[in-house]
């Protein structure tokens, strides 16, 4: 029973104010936090602010609100044959074997080789060996074996009603149903 004398008494000595009104005095001493409701003819407006994805300490990528990162658009696809127009490839022609979506960069086969040190193992020992670096794919323009030029990329449908990619110097088509199976195989036998 003290104690709930007790408790009645602290809980006494606690104000509590009506919404709106400023309080002087809390359990603690301190000012309490009062609810404003809102005026009428203000709006909230929630902004829903990029987030940025912690990759690398020096470079951020930008991502969805459910931090994805944002994929983009690129105007090559895998298996399409390009030439590389800038850097220290420029020239060289081959294909590309992968994309990356997120920063545009694709690997092309034979093109701009890196070394890379595998560490060894009680098995087998370390070694040095060399693979594809990645090339922004704003470096690199679709080109034509038949012709031997580059070109950009132009879309138009065809006469069955399906979208497919052609070289505008050219007219010449890329998509087609054979390739796309050519490379669907490859890709399920790695």
Known sequence: MAGMAALQ?????????????????SFWGNRLATYCAPQPGIRFVVKICPIEMRLKRWERKKCKPNSLPVLHKMHVRIGDTVQV???????????????????STVLVKDLNMKSKHKK??????????????????????????????TSRVGHKFLEDGTKVRYLVKTGEVIDSVEKWLKVFKEG???
Do not use: C, Q, W
Request: hydrophobic share 35%; no cysteine; aromatic share 2%.
């Open 9 to 25: 008494g602290a809980m006494a000595s606690l104000s509590v104010s009506a919404p709106g009104a400023a309080s002087t005095s």
């Open 120 to 149: 060894g193992t009680e098995d087998e020992p370390g070694e040095i060996v060399m693979i594809e670096g990645p090339i922004h794919s704003s470096n690199v323009m679709l080109y034509s074996k038949e012709k031997n030029v």
């Open 85 to 103: 127009i800038a850097g220290r490839e420029k020239g060289k022609v081959g294909e590309v074997i992968r994309l990356f979506k997120h920063n």
């Open 188 to 190: 399920n036998s790695e």
